[in-house]
């Protein structure tokens, strides 16, 4: 009886691993929902004073086209001021901003700092004691230098503003290199995972998770209530915004159909140190608000257990994949028949999970899946896609190995067939570990080959170590250091 219950446990703890994915798949659902919990029974046309605040540091590259294509929105001139706030560049930034200045008088104000470098959270509360000192701003936009707004994005976002009950509005950040790389490829479906359909759910929950960093609309009300400035004891400034604004009983809205194009980094190395960045403030604000964490409120959604297990499922979804595979291969040696049944309904549930949230997605934005449909089925990487094809049509995979075997001459014996079922044991975890290979590997200067690669171990591995790796700085207190993005003015023109 002791063995018996020790294998229920390990088979509990194999079948974790599916939570991720089932959570991941009830969103999808959720997204049928958002046309009847939207928000825009209670819009209108709105058009505040909107002062929009941009952090900027050596951004030369990018600056000129950002400030034109602001000024060319759909709003009304009159009622709109760009605040670049200057960190102490030692580029052209200065320059570029004296130009613009004298093209668009009295709309460009340009707010040097002397001493930079203390991080973004910094730079953007110099600009707020500024812009919160004066009378004139109604609603305050911040955003990134490199992004670029459609036409019509800020004056669909104002409008959520005309009811007083909604704090904060965010837009959907869609990626927006050019050229396209296989990264950026990746980074574009996966933007329509976590914000066109993960957010639309969150509209439908009433508990969005996070205002995009480089497009959070603020009314003035709001950011008074929470305390007028930027918080600098974390790296996710943005996601602790956006809790703040929903604790105070303010609504947060995902405005969908506001787009703004974002330049994505091209290389893993780049994206390594934007994510590793975003993992350490997810781990900030986890412990920060853990008082809210499955506790219903009357106040807001975010206590709501829908919500937890949508955060959870993600901030632990490494630790899910190293208990799970742990567990497979535990089991492995002292009860191989349950094992085989675990990993079965694991990878089953998995891949059915797995293709109804992609297609979902795909259908979202067609635009994005016309140019990353293959990256969307292979984000789990192609050895987890031959593992999914096994557990899923066992029989056609036994007969495409034995003609193998009859046409090569090859043929496995039973010790090779128990090392490759150990080894797909071992990969639910190792995959990760093979991420920060391919990490390594372009470190050395093989960058076309890790590229090429991420497609033989999974993009999904690669977030999932980064995540990994950001908790173990977090746990040891590394130094809180923000690593810019690296940006050259990539990004294609807003359509």
């Not at 950026?184 to 508990?207: K, L, P, S, V, W």
């Not at 999970?353 to 984000?379: E, G, K, M, N, P």
């Not at 797909?424 to 372009?442: K, N």
Request: proline letters at 4%.
């Amino acid at each position: 009886m002791p063995w018996l219950w020790g294998d229920d446990v390990l088979i509990a703890l194999v079948l974790l691993g599916a939570l991720p994915f089932l959570v991941n798949a009830y969103q999808a659902l959720l997204v049928g929902l958002a046309p009847w919990r939207s928000h825009y029974d209670r819009t209108g046309p709105y058009y505040p004073r909107v002062a929009i605040l941009i952090p900027a540091w050596n951004e030369g590259a990018v600056l000129h086209d950002t400030v034109d294509r602001l000024m060319a929105l759909e709003y009304p001139t009159d009622r709109l001021r760009l605040y670049i706030v200057d960190d102490a560049s030692t580029d052209d930034t200065p320059a570029i901003l004296a130009e613009q200045a004298e093209r668009y008088p009295g709309s460009i104000f340009h707010l040097r700092r002397q001493e930079g470098g203390q991080g973004k959270c910094h730079t953007l509360n110099h600009g707020l004691d500024i812009i919160m000192a004066e009378d004139w701003m109604q609603a305050i936009l911040i955003m990134d230098a490199d992004v670029a707004y459609r036409p019509d994005s800020l004056r669909r976002m104002t409008r959520h503003l005309a009811d007083p009950t909604v704090g904060a509005v965010t837009a959907y950040i869609r990626e927006g290199s050019t050229p396209l790389s296989h990264l950026t490829r990746f980074i574009g479906f996966e933007y329509i995972t976590a914000q066109a359909a993960g957010r639309r759910a969150q509209n439908a929950i009433g508990a969005v998770a996070c205002l995009a960093g480089g497009a959070q609309l603020h009314s003035r009300e709001n950011l008074v209530a929470i305390g007028g400035r930027i918080d600098t004891s974390t790296l996710a400034e943005d996601t602790w915004t956006t809790f703040l604004t929903q604790v105070g009983g303010r609504k947060v809205i995902f405005e969908p159909n506001a787009i703004v194009l974002a330049e994505e980094p091209s290389s893993l190395d780049g994206l390594w140190k934007q994510r590793a960045r975003w993992g350490r403030g997810n781990a900030q604000i986890t412990k920060a608000f853990k008082h809210l964490w499955f506790r219903p409120s009357a106040d807001h959604r975010l206590g709501s257990v829908t919500f937890g297990l949508i955060w959870f499922s993600i901030y632990l979804l490494p630790y899910i994949m190293i208990v799970s595979s742990a567990a497979l291969v535990i089991l492995f040696f002292t009860d191989r028949l349950a094992a085989q049944h675990a990993f079965h309904v694991l990878w089953i549930s998995n891949a059915i999970c797995f293709f109804f949230s992609t297609v979902v997605c795909l259908l979202i934005d067609r635009r994005t899946a016309r140019r990353s449909w293959l990256q969307a089925f292979f984000f789990p990487g192609a050895i987890s896609l031959v593992v999914i094809l096994f557990t899923c049509f066992p029989l056609t995979f036994h007969w495409l190995l034995r003609h193998f075997e009859s046409l090569s001459g090859v043929h496995l014996s039973v010790d090779e067939r128990l090392a490759v079922i150990l080894f797909a044991y071992i990969w639910v975890s190792a995959c990760m570990l093979a991420a920060y290979g391919l990490l390594r590997l372009e470190r050395l200067g093989a960058k076309r080959l890790a590229s090429w690669l991420i497609y033989v171990v999974g993009y999904g591995p690669v977030l999932c170590a980064i995540s990994l790796n950001a908790y173990v700085k977090e746990f040891r207190g590394a130094e809180m250091k923000w690593d810019k993005t690296e940006k050259t003015g990539r990004v294609s023109v807003p359509a």
